[in-house]
């Protein structure tokens, strides 16, 4: 585990990063929208956007706990298919990769 401490500290920082952002999004899309209905429309597709991006940032919040708790059970770097080692270059890339490139 203390050859991935830097990592674990990065993923917790974009962990944290990331709850703080989807909450924001959460709390302006609980807002109540304009009365004029032409105000209103405008607000719809901005909503849709943020919506999006809360659902990406969802998932990412997903994907690092689980890579958190695969550096905590001694099983990261290790693909989940084939069980080879992932790649430095790919994990410093995507942190929270649980492939190799092969089986990606």
Partial sequence: MSDYAAVKQQL???LHELEN???RIDESLSRAGDDDWEE???ELEGDEVKSALGTLGVQEI???RHA???IEAGAYGRCEKCGAR???GRLEALPF???CTKCA
């Fill in 12 to 14: 917790e920082a974009k």
């Fill in 21 to 23: 952002r989807v909450q």
């Fill in 40 to 42: 209103r429309a405008t």
């Fill in 62 to 64: 997903q994907q690092i």
């Fill in 68 to 70: 958190l708790h695969q």
């Fill in 86 to 88: 992932i790649a430095a």
């Fill in 97 to 99: 990769a649980t492939r």
